[in-house]
């Protein structure tokens, strides 16, 4: 397949990140394999593909790390996302016992309270910051509840988490400032659970206690904590500026606040919170013709098989009533997002008690920021009038 010579993406190109999109559909067309020499990958684009490799581990590793700029040849088994079978399995079905559905059920009433505290303040104003003041938020409290960190304790560690994703040009989140934070919430953790052990409670931690030693538990919950805050974050971000430019659909949710969860799907399709995974070929791999050698960075773009015209019809409109058999933004397979029945219900929440109180809202024109890693894609702030 001969690749067009305007063609080109990378995850750290930060103008392309933007709007990613049109490039997306190009490498879908004509490069549905996609050869980066700049930075040694290959990326996959359609869906099909993309779900064939989240559900086929032994030949797409995880052992090599999952974001671009920190994926090496040496093995990186410390974090579940880093593991593979049996390793994986035995983690995974430990730490499932955190997410069943009772757990999550009964975390329902305590979102609802959580978001009326951080939304009731601003009912009556001329506007706020929908991601400062309440996306950040809301999935940082609720991640901390979830692993038992005391109150007095979360807005620190929540400032931890925005540090890691602190990126740099061209070495993205692999820099002194990123790394400094990830060792200083590991520290944290590690010490938190010195301490559930002596006083524990019905909380995460305090459960995986009985089954890891302090540093794998802290590392485990580092991922945890930080991938349940930043995500749900950046869903909630999306959600505000993509309804602001969908009015329509915003207000069929307003009035009929039972497809708020349906509009969850849909937003995760339309703007996946983490686009970009990577994986580790274990041996060599033919897709569509093309030969990936052994041993290379592969990079699966769930963003763009969101989009994916093979699998959604009119993949570029946004349609809360959408009918979706599944989607990869939570990835597929054994690595399929451990927290994903969490981020449904806090998205779900969210919406529904946002729109309970604001019915219609625009976004102050220039001013929302958005957040530029390889992985994750979102906005840090979003100002709104409403």
Not at 323 to 348: N, P, Q, W
Request: glycine letters at 6%; hydrophobic letters at 40%; charged letters at 25%.
């Amino acid at each position: 397949m001969t690749l067009a010579a305007d063609l080109y993406w990378d995850p750290l190109d930060t103008e392309i990140d933007a709007d990613p999109y049109a490039i997306w559909r190009r490498m879908r067309d004509e490069a549905p394999v996609y050869r980066n020499e700049r930075y040694d990958f290959w990326a996959l684009s359609r869906f099909h593909d993309v779900e064939a490799a989240h559900r086929d581990p032994a030949t797409y590793s995880s052992a090599h790390g999952t974001v671009l700029e920190m994926m090496t040849p040496e093995l990186m088994t410390d974090v579940i996302i880093n593991m593979d079978p049996p390793q994986h399995t035995e983690l995974r079905a430990l730490v499932s016992r955190a997410f069943t559905p009772r757990r999550i059920r009964a975390l329902e009433e305590r979102i609802r309270a959580v978001c009326a505290e951080l939304l009731d303040p601003h009912v009556g104003s001329s506007g706020f910051d929908y991601v400062a003041d309440f996306g950040a938020q809301l999935p940082s409290r609720v991640i901390s509840m979830l692993l038992g960190v005391p109150e007095q304790e979360r807005e620190e560690q929540r400032q931890n988490i925005d540090l890691i994703f602190h990126i740099e040009p061209d070495v993205g989140m692999f820099n002194d400032v990123s790394i400094g934070a990830r060792l200083a919430l590991q520290e944290y953790l590690a010490g938190l659970a010195a301490r559930k052990r002596v006083k524990p409670g019905d909380d995460l931690i305090s459960l995986l206690c009985e089954h890891l030693d302090d540093n794998e538990l802290a590392t485990f919950c580092n991922l945890l904590f930080a991938a349940g805050t930043e995500t749900v974050g950046r869903l909630l971000g999306n959600a505000a500026v993509v309804l602001a430019e969908e009015p329509d659909q915003r207000a069929i949710l307003a009035t009929d606040p039972e497809l708020c969860a349906n509009g969850v799907e849909e937003l995760l399709r339309y703007e996946a919170p983490s686009p970009v995974q990577g994986r580790w070929t274990t041996e060599k791999v033919t897709v569509h013709g093309v030969e990936i050698p052994k041993d290379s960075k592969v990079l699966l773009l769930t963003g763009s098989a969101g989009r994916d015209e093979r699998v959604f019809p009119d993949p570029d409109r946004f349609d809360v009533r959408r009918t979706i058999d599944h989607h990869l933004s939570f990835g597929y397979g054994i690595h399929f997002c451990v927290g994903a029945s969490l981020a449904r219900m806090e998205g779900k929440v969210a919406l529904e008690e946002t729109l309970k109180r604001f019915p219609s809202w625009e976004v102050e024109p220039g001013a929302a920021v958005r957040q530029h890693t390889s992985t994750v894609r979102g906005y840090l702030s979003v100002p709104i009038r409403v």
